[in-house]
């Protein structure tokens, strides 16, 4: 039986502690590939911060389109405020689309980056 806290050693195959860096049987230093340090993006993490279009975005590291959203979100925003009676419900409407897509676009970003992650 293998315990999970082992790992085979890429050089002689022998067993050894998960977070050993040299192997104790033929001293085969591992290296720790940088793919491997990929961070985990929680993608309903990425979903709940696009109440603020644009936040999902910057958490899943799409910083320019993130900003981009930010600045039509905040905009949407002010028409609704500014022009209270004129253009508040096309505004809300926008922003509640821009909610539902930053929403949508981040969650799915953060899975392609865990599977991304995950096949290294
Ligand atoms: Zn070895």
Request: proline share 5%; glycine share 4%; charged share 15%.
């Given at each position: 039986?293998?315990?999970?806290?082992?790992?085979?050693?890429?050089?002689?195959?022998?067993?050894?502690?998960?977070?050993?860096?040299?192997?104790q049987r033929c001293g085969f230093k591992?290296?720790?590939?940088?793919?491997?340090?990929?961070?985990?993006?929680?993608?309903?993490?990425a979903a709940v911060a696009s109440v603020l279009p644009g936040l999902g975005q910057?958490?899943?590291?799409?910083?320019?389109?993130?900003?981009?959203?930010?600045?039509?979100?905040?905009?949407?925003?002010?028409?609704?405020?500014?022009?209270?009676?004129?253009?508040?419900?096309?505004?809300?409407?926008?922003?509640?689309?821009?909610?539902?897509?930053?929403?949508?676009?981040?969650?799915?970003?953060?899975?392609?980056?865990?599977?991304?992650?995950?096949?290294?």
């Open positions: 039986m293998t315990s999970p806290a082992t790992k085979p050693c890429p050089n002689c195959g022998a067993q050894m502690d998960a977070a050993a860096e040299i192997c591992m290296v720790t590939a940088p793919q491997t340090n990929v961070q985990k993006k929680n993608p309903m993490i910057i958490y899943v590291e799409e910083t320019r389109k993130g900003v981009v959203l930010i600045v039509v979100a905040l905009f949407m925003l002010y028409v609704a405020v500014a022009y209270r009676n004129i253009a508040s419900e096309l505004a809300d409407a926008l922003y509640i689309m821009l909610i539902i897509y930053g929403a949508y676009d981040s969650y799915n970003t953060a899975n392609a980056i865990n599977i991304g992650a995950d096949t290294f």
